[in-house]
């Protein structure tokens, strides 16, 4: 059995985060679809004004304006559900994304690609609750560690996305190599227990959320008996009928073999898990040219990466696919079919 899930003051009836998927896959229809069933709807904000007019000239301007507008779009159709952002802290004017959801009422930031030292003094003096994203019990020392000394705080969740994540993955390639789930999962248990120790330091409730992998109710039954209190999925999101993704990107998940799916170099700096195409093939021959920089991510130098990420996740979102980068989970190769958020709930809590 399951129990709702407690961040802060906020309690989903659903104890399931839908991931954050950029650039444009969750946006308000999955995000506002999930929250109004009980789960906690998540909107990305990875380039989230892609699709506006003004995009090009000023993409800041524009991601900025339509964090505020999705926010707003999802909180109608969310029925007084929990909504969060994703927010990636290698993004380029960082603080500005943070502080615009904060403006808008969000209720949480999830918040990974890097550690977000920086995030509680963005939030301080609100309501908004913060979880930043960890894999492994090194970086949840660091984080807890860096909040207590540096803001004299804690997160009010820690979310532990594992090697069988989509997207952006906290591990070297020598590490999804060699991963063992015993070990993980002690591992999970050690994060556990360091999140009850500054739960009792800051007197709060500090619940674990995993990530990556995990496809039905027995999995996840197999995660709350490690002392984890919630989960989060995004894969299997994608082919549902209110994803935001175009047809085709949902059409490409559906379309894929398992050996499609391979770790692919990013300019964000870590590997990431996409499916294999005609992009990817490219990549792996060499650079690809870069039209015009987006000023999207920090550690990216035109000059030096390999292909423009926001050009290729923008192409996925578009449904251009063969000049896209179209990232998964592990597990993608299993969603055969369109269904709806309904039944994907159902898998877990059916």
């Given at each position: 059995?399951?129990?709702?899930?407690?961040?802060?003051?906020?309690?989903?009836?659903?104890?399931?985060?839908?991931?954050?998927?950029?650039?444009?896959?969750?946006?308000?229809?999955l995000a506002g679809a999930v929250a109004a069933r009980g789960g906690i709807g998540v909107i990305s904000t990875a380039q989230i004004g892609f699709s506006e007019e003004g995009y090009d000239k000023?993409?800041?301007?524009?991601?900025?304006?339509?964090?505020?507008?999705?926010?707003?779009?999802?909180?109608?159709?969310?029925?007084?559900?929990?909504?969060?952002?994703?927010?990636m802290v290698a993004t380029r004017n960082y603080e500005l994304y943070v502080k615009e959801a904060v403006k808008n009422g969000i209720d949480i930031i999830i918040s990974g690609a890097g550690l977000p030292i920086e995030l509680p003094s963005l939030v301080k003096g609100t309501k908004t609750k913060l979880i930043p994203i960890i894999s492994s019990l090194k970086g949840a020392r660091v984080i807890l560690k860096l909040w207590d000394k540096k803001e004299k705080t804690a997160p009010d969740a820690i979310l532990v996305e594992g090697p069988k994540a989509?997207?952006?993955?906290?591990?070297?390639?020598?590490?999804?190599?060699?991963?063992?789930?015993?070990?993980?999962?002690?591992?999970?248990?050690?994060?556990?227990?360091?999140?009850?120790?500054?739960?009792?330091?800051?007197?709060?409730?500090?619940?674990?959320?995993?990530a990556g992998g995990i496809q039905d109710k027995?999995?996840?039954?197999?995660?709350?008996?490690?002392?984890?209190?919630?989960?989060?999925?995004?894969?299997?999101?994608?082919?549902?009928?209110?994803?935001d993704a175009h047809i085709r990107y949902k059409e490409a998940y559906i379309a894929c073999k398992k050996e499609d799916i391979v770790i692919v170099k990013s300019p964000v700096g870590m590997p990431g898990r996409a499916i294999k195409n005609d992009f990817i093939e490219r990549t792996f021959l060499g650079k690809i040219p870069i039209k015009r920089c987006h000023n999207c991510i920090k550690t990216c130098d035109p000059k030096e990466t390999p292909y423009c990420i926001t050009d290729a996740l923008v192409n996925a979102a578009r449904g251009n696919l063969k000049d896209a980068l179209?990232?998964?989970?592990?597990?993608?190769?299993?969603?055969?079919?369109?269904?709806?958020?309904?039944?994907?709930?159902?898998?877990?809590?059916?």
């Open positions: 059995m399951y129990q709702p899930l407690k961040i802060g003051e906020l309690t989903a009836k659903l104890p399931i985060i839908q991931g954050g998927m950029g650039v444009g896959i969750s946006l308000s229809s000023n993409p800041l301007e524009t991601n900025l304006r339509m964090i505020g507008e999705h926010i707003k779009r999802a909180r109608k159709s969310a029925g007084g559900g929990i909504l969060g952002v994703n927010i989509g997207g952006h993955l906290g591990f070297s390639l020598e590490e999804l190599n060699n991963y063992e789930e015993k070990a993980y999962q002690t591992e999970i248990k050690e994060i556990v227990n360091l999140a009850k120790e500054y739960g009792e330091k800051y007197q709060k409730d500090i619940p674990v959320v995993a027995k999995e996840m039954e197999d995660y709350f008996s490690l002392g984890v209190r919630g989960i989060q999925v995004a894969t299997k999101f994608v082919t549902t009928e209110e994803c179209i990232f998964c989970g592990a597990n993608a190769y299993l969603e055969n079919r369109m269904r709806n958020v309904d039944e994907v709930l159902g898998d877990y809590f059916g």
